[in-house]
């Protein structure tokens, strides 16, 4: 089963980064997606290296988002895929079968198409508005996702669905609701002075009385 809280990862230096990976780490995440965007190739290989290092340490999946190659190259346990990124298909000749490679929807038909495509996951967003991610697609809101999850059930498509994108604590009551299996965070993990209180209460919210 995949694990249902996924912290992405910001940072504007390889230290900076380094440093909000490991306090989500030692506070209780347990996959770590790697955004480290527009940076010089031989940072992300400093910072992927230790990622690695770090998530094989606190056995936690570790992803790196858009670069396949460096995801190869690291053996991490994944990618994530934009709907502007290398095509589903592509990234799974390189990195096999086993790897999970999840996959960004914002409408159903982006859904059916990266499902078709063979994706693991789909991270569906932006649930709200963020300043976390540059040129947002339309916001989907909690009846959009509800709608969506409902042309899902009717079309019998079953896989994990990530809601992203503006997600606190005061929202899962409802996402949780909507049929999501889990959310991919940021910005308010990354801000937090109350990290493990902050990561316990969202765990506790998504997985219920689910002993993890
Ligand atoms: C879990 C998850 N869902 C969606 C995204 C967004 O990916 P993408 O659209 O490629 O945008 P960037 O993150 O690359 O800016 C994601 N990263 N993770
Ligand atoms: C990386 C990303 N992708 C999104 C999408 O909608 O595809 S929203 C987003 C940012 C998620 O961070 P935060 O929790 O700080 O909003
Ligand atoms: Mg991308």
Known sequence: MYNKLQYISQGESVEEQLYNIHSALDNGCDWIQMRFKHQKPKKAFALAESVKFLCEEYLANFIINDDVHLAKQFNADGIHLGLSDMGVAEARAILGKTKIIGAT????????????????????????????????????????????????????????????????????????????????????ITKSDQKSKLITELNEKLYGNVII
Do not use: W
Request: with cysteine.
């Open 105 to 188: 929807a914002n409408t159903f038909e982006d859904i059916v198409k990266q499902v078709n495509n063979g994706c693991d996951y789909i991270g569906l967003g932006p649930f709200k508005f963020t300043k976390t991610k540059s040129n947002l697609s339309p916001i989907i809101g909690l009846d959009g996702y509800r709608s969506i999850i409902d042309k899902m059930k009717d079309s019998g498509i079953e896989i994990p669905l990530y809601a992203i994108g503006g997600i606190t604590l005061e929202d899962l009551e409802n996402l949780v609701q909507t049929g999501i299996h889990g959310i991919a965070i940021s910005g308010i």
